[in-house]
């Protein structure tokens, strides 16, 4: 992790999960951090507990609101000058069959999966095309690049982030600027507890699949190799990553695969 030393690291939903494992590897690295979530508190329990060789900030912010982007930015600048890597990892899951959900809860996710997202991106990238340096890595899924019954508006959201961030990634390649987009399989984290239900509200059990998913830690560890590599897309997951592929050259087995797996 040599070439994270030093470097200025902003993680978004740092407060549990991916985003945690995330701050306390990358602190142990030697990277400055800065932390958010909605949650301060929370977020300053992660900052105690990250190791004396990094450094770390708390930015707490909801990603709902868009119109505080910009002043986030600026704020997260005053820290340690220059950002070197934005890492949005901030999202939220979905378990609730398409006839039965609220409109509602379409528009949330949507909201907090892809133009939360957009908006903290696009406020900080004026600030890599001035410095013609930056990375922009975020945490999409593979359920971006196919989808799975129970999760239509997390699939939808986060298949959108591909189309933005690809585009991004051809417009600013002139500027320096590199994009990964990081696709987990199952991990072991709470998202599917936090997940919405058909009414909005949170599932609040565990899925077989996420229980049996990959460590948290183990994850972070790959997650953060891609980053060093600057690579445009990884996959990291067990059997389920590889339905990446199938459903590029065989979409009609991938439907029946995922049917017959029954996963929730």
Same mark, same amino acid.
């Given at each position: 992790?040599?070439?994270?030393?030093?470097?200025?690291?902003? +993680?978004?939903?740092?407060?549990? @999960?991916?985003?945690?494992?995330?701050?306390?590897? %990358?602190? /142990?690295?030697? &990277? #400055?951090?800065?932390?958010?979530?909605?949650?301060?508190?929370?977020?300053?329990?992660?900052?105690?507990?990250?190791?004396?060789?990094?450094?770390?900030?708390?930015?707490?912010?909801?990603?709902?609101?868009?119109?505080?982007?910009?002043?986030?930015?600026?704020?997260?600048?005053?820290?340690?000058?220059?950002?070197?890597?934005?890492?949005?990892?901030?999202?939220?899951?979905?378990?609730?069959?398409?006839?039965?959900?609220?409109?509602?809860?379409?528009?949330?996710? +949507?909201?907090?999966?892809?133009? @939360?997202?957009?908006?903290?991106?696009?406020?900080? %990238?004026? /600030?890599?095309? &001035? #410095?013609?340096?930056?990375?922009?890595?975020?945490?999409?899924?593979?359920?971006?690049?196919?989808?799975?019954?129970?999760?239509?508006?997390?699939?939808?959201?986060?298949?959108?982030?591909?189309?933005?961030?690809?585009?991004?990634?051809?417009?600013?390649?002139?500027?320096?600027?590199?994009?990964?987009?990081?696709?987990?399989?199952?991990?072991?984290?709470?998202?599917?507890?936090?997940?919405?239900?058909?009414?909005?509200?949170?599932?609040?059990?565990?899925?077989?699949?996420?229980?049996?998913?990959?460590?948290?830690?183990?994850?972070?560890?790959?997650?953060?190799?891609?980053?060093?590599?600057?690579?445009?897309?990884?996959?990291?997951?067990?059997?389920?990553?590889?339905?990446?592929?199938?459903?590029?050259?065989?979409?009609?087995?991938?439907?029946?695969?995922?049917?017959?797996?029954?996963?929730?």
């Amino acid at each position: 992790m040599d070439k994270l030393k030093g470097k200025v690291i902003w +993680i978004t939903g740092a407060s549990s @999960g991916i985003g945690e494992e995330l701050a306390y590897q %990358l602190s /142990h690295a030697g &990277a #400055k951090l800065i932390l958010s979530a909605r949650r301060e508190t929370i977020l300053e329990k992660v900052k105690q507990n990250c190791s004396s060789n990094g450094v770390a900030h708390v930015l707490a912010f909801d990603s709902n609101a868009f119109d505080q982007a910009e002043t986030m930015v600026n704020k997260a600048l005053t820290f340690y000058g220059p950002i070197d890597i934005l890492i949005n990892n901030a999202g939220i899951s979905q378990r609730s069959l398409i006839a039965e959900t609220k409109f509602s809860v379409y528009q949330e996710l +949507i909201n907090i999966d892809y133009l @939360g997202v957009v908006a903290l991106t696009k406020a900080l %990238l004026p /600030h890599f095309i &001035a #410095k013609k340096n930056g990375h922009f890595v975020t945490v999409s899924s593979v359920m971006g690049k196919f989808s799975s019954p129970y999760r239509s508006g997390y699939c939808g959201a986060k298949h959108a982030l591909h189309g933005f961030f690809d585009a991004l990634r051809m417009e600013h390649e002139k500027d320096n600027i590199a994009v990964t987009m990081v696709c987990p399989g199952f991990v072991r984290t709470n998202i599917a507890k936090s997940s919405l239900t058909a009414d909005g509200s949170a599932q609040g059990t565990e899925d077989t699949a996420t229980a049996k998913g990959l460590p948290v830690a183990s994850f972070c560890k790959k997650m953060i190799s891609a980053i060093q590599k600057q690579k445009h897309e990884v996959y990291i997951g067990k059997i389920e990553a590889f339905g990446v592929y199938v459903k590029r050259f065989f979409p009609k087995l991938l439907h029946k695969m995922v049917l017959n797996s029954k996963v929730r």
